[in-house]
T-cell receptor, first 114, second 113 residues
Framework: QQPVQSPQAVILREGEDAVINCSSS?????VHWYRQKHGEAPVFLMI?????EQKGHDKISASFNEKKQQSSLYLTASQLSYSGTYFC???????????????FGKGTLLTVNP | DTGVSQDPRHKITKRGQNVTFRCDPI?????LYWYRQTLGQGPEFLTY????????KSRLLSDRFSAERPKGSFSTLEIQRTEQGDSAMYLC???????????FGEGSWLTVV
């Protein structure tokens, strides 16, 4: 029941765009996106609570397609600081949709080069 | 604004020894979580507290693991008779209620030799 992320890794040049996908075989109540730099804590980026919801944070935005049971994270005009591993997390169905028990994907390693 | 703090940040221990990690959540966050993360994987849920009550434990948490949150503030995670497979980063997180955002600490790295 772990969400599946794709691609596993992506290398960009500064200024290029990237899309990271997160899909699940089960119904999604919400999707949480985090970025983690090597040796550091996962840092919260955004949460999408409703199907069809889209959010943005600086030049990073995300969408949530409830019907397709997937979410996508869009990184526009990437900066060096965007480098890291991006994780999506989804709440456990048995938690009744409450967000306390997240199951995370394996992550997508994003490297932004000058 | 103080984030979630964890101590120690790094611990190297011999197999069979006991270790304890401490977590101080963000002030007034009544939900506290422990996750474990190994290389190349996302965080895996271990256990969850609402105030001082431990409401759920993952099957990953064997009998050698125990977590407490005695006064509903800080929490400890103890691992008894450590094994090499326990080597991982142990992440603590907290969230307010109501609220959906879970904030992680910087983790405690455990190496069992």
């Amino acid at each position: 029941q772990q969400p599946v992320q794709s691609p596993q890794a992506v290398i960009l040049r500064e200024g290029e765009d990237a899309v990271i996908n997160c899909s699940s075989s089960k119904a999604l109540y919400s999707v949480h996106w985090y970025r983690q730099k090597h040796g550091e804590a996962p840092v919260f980026l955004m949460i999408l609570l409703k199907g069809g919801e889209q959010k943005g944070h600086d030049k990073i935005s995300a969408s949530f397609n409830e019907k397709k049971q997937q979410s996508s994270l869009y990184l526009t005009a990437s900066q060096l600081s965007y480098s890291g591993t991006y994780f999506c997390g989804t709440p456990d169905r048995n938690s009744g949709g409450s967000n306390y028990k997240l199951t995370f994907g394996k992550g997508t390693l994003l490297t932004v080069n000058p | 604004d103080t984030g979630v703090s964890q101590d120690p940040r790094h611990k190297i221990t011999k197999r069979g020894q006991n270790v304890t990690f401490r977590c101080d959540p963000i002030s007034e966050h009544n939900r506290l979580y422990w996750y474990r993360q190994t290389l190349g994987q996302g965080p895996e849920f271990l256990t969850y507290f609402q105030n001082e009550a431990q409401l759920e434990k993952s099957r990953l948490l064997s009998d050698r693991f125990s977590a407490e949150r005695p006064k509903g503030s800080f929490s400890t995670l103890e691992i008894q008779r450590t094994e090499q497979g326990d080597s991982a980063m142990y992440l603590c997180a907290s969230s307010p209620e109501p609220g959906n955002t879970i904030y992680f600490g910087e983790g405690s790295w455990l190496t069992v030799v």
